[in-house]
């Protein structure tokens, strides 16, 4: 059984209730208090303004350390945790190669191989980094994802800005390299063409805006800083995962613990540097790799989608959304398990969870609704798990695109690190399944949810407001 204690000790982060330095037993120490008075004192004399700003950092990932030492039982005699040293090494090689919020760097492992080059630019870098300007509060050539990204997403990209815990879905933590709302498969990397489409459109029903009034050259900065710090925080995990579970983090008397990245270990750091290279290869490989994995899709060729094809035949149409509402309801497609029978997200019958709350909840054996086993763990990085609720289809909010190719492409292939699961294709034309000529009836149905009357012509106004009031959903 995985232990819940907070168990991380690494210097200058979060620390077991109680063992906070100057705090004896969750009180503060009269050395430390004075110690207070005097730092408020002095800054009452000079002012703010004369301290010197600290750089910005990225965080670590403590989260992802904490669980990795809870599962694989790596906690020393003395409580602290094996993570630690690997923890300290990841941040050093991430400093290294990636650089810090003010001053990014693209990895020289990526930039010496032509295959990786076209991924992110250093323009753009420079352009979406850096402190956000004081005197204005229009997008520049500097600064771009701190002044207008960071409150929610977070400096490091982890989804914790100081906005985010008043948010339902909380922004995105881009470190998994989980993207929702994409056109290729469920476990591929999204298209920068698809983070641009996010940027300028934004995400209907959440708290991410249009970036409609940027320039193409400014969304572009945002794209590939997105790209950054997921591949940064991707890489982060894969050493962390490699420490715990290939290196020997124990020791014995003769041998000490074998290290991640130790630069003065001139027998071993071109070892190292090599197995951390790989890591980092396989990373940018899934980004380059997404361009083919797009695949293109139409319907039959007598089947009216508005909007996608010219097939101007109501009776086709008409018999399409019933068709639609059938597989809706029933066993095949299972739609309405979640979003019920009406398309209004009220068919769920018990909450479930997003990747990124099962990520370190059910992962550590702590249920994301168990209150009482997540509190020790919102110091190091946890956030409460929100229960994802079913889209409600009725108000037509969606937020991968309204489009029938974006329907038919969440239907096919599910939503990413959500509930929301694939479509269960047929193998063959006898085998159980869905058809892919069901999917577009699906399409078709769940457009008409949304519409006064869907009509081949796709001349039909989308209705304001849904008869009931319903869930809003989070999918």
């Not at 420079?126 to 050539?141: H, I, R, V, Y």
């Not at 994409?182 to 999204?190: F, R």
Request: charged share 25%; net charge negative.
């Amino acid at each position: 059984m995985a232990s819940h204690a907070v168990i991380t000790s690494w210097p200058g982060g979060p620390h077991p209730v109680g063992s906070m330095p100057g705090v004896k037993g969750g009180e503060m120490s009269r050395s430390s208090k004075w110690q207070g008075w005097l730092a408020i004192g002095f800054l009452a004399v000079v002012g703010c303004d004369a301290m010197p700003p600290e750089p910005e950092a990225f965080e670590p990932n403590y989260l992802y350390a904490h669980r990795l030492a809870s599962t694989q039982d790596l906690t020393a005699a003395n409580g602290t945790s094996r993570m630690d040293q690997p923890l300290s090494d990841a941040q050093r090689l991430l400093v290294d190669w990636f650089g810090t919020p003010d001053d990014p760097k693209i990895p020289t492992a990526l930039q010496e191989d032509d295959l990786y080059k076209e991924l992110i630019s250093q323009e753009h870098l420079q352009m979406a980094a850096g402190p956000a300007p004081k005197d204005t509060t229009e997008p520049g050539s500097r600064g771009l994802y701190r002044q207008f990204c960071a409150n929610c997403h977070g400096i490091t990209g982890h989804g914790r800005g100081t906005t985010a815990a008043s948010q339902n879905p909380y922004p995105r933590d881009f470190r998994m390299g989980v993207f929702k709302f994409k056109s290729t498969p469920s476990a591929s990397k999204p298209l920068h063409d698809d983070l641009m489409r996010i940027l300028a459109r934004g995400l209907p029903g959440s708290q991410m805006p249009a970036f409609d009034k940027f320039s193409q050259d400014q969304r572009k900065a945002l794209a590939d800083y997105v790209v950054y710090l997921s591949m940064r925080g991707e890489f982060e995990r894969a050493l962390l995962r490699t420490a715990a579970f290939e290196l020997d983090l124990e020791g014995s008397d003769q041998t000490p613990p074998d290290r991640l990245y130790d630069p003065s270990n001139s027998e071993k750091v071109a070892e190292q540097l090599d197995a951390a290279k790989d890591l980092l290869a396989g990373i940018a490989d899934k980004w380059v790799e997404a361009e083919d994995e797009v695949e293109e899709f139409m319907p039959p060729e007598t089947l009216p989608v508005p909007g996608l094809n010219e097939v101007d035949d109501q009776v086709a149409l008409d018999a399409s959304i019933a068709r639609g509402k059938e597989l809706f309801l029933g066993q095949a497609a299972a739609c309405s398990q979640c979003h019920g029978a009406s398309g209004k997200g009220d068919g769920q019958k018990a909450p479930d969870f997003d990747a990124w709350a099962k990520d370190w909840g059910m992962t550590t054996d702590i249920e994301p609704g168990d209150v009482d086993a997540i509190r020790p763990l919102l110091s190091i990085g946890a956030m409460r798990p929100q229960p994802v609720l079913p889209r409600n289809l009725v108000e037509g909010k969606f937020r991968g695109g309204d489009m029938p190719l974006d329907l038919y492409r969440r239907i096919r292939y599910g939503i990413a690190g959500t509930p929301m699961p694939a479509a269960a294709l047929s193998t063959s034309e006898d085998a159980p399944g869905l058809k892919e000529e069901d999917l577009w009836h699906l399409v078709n149905y769940v457009k008409s949810l949304s519409e006064v009357r869907l009509t081949s012509d796709s001349s039909a106004a989308p209705s304001t407001v849904a008869d009931e009031p319903a869930a809003q959903g989070s999918q």
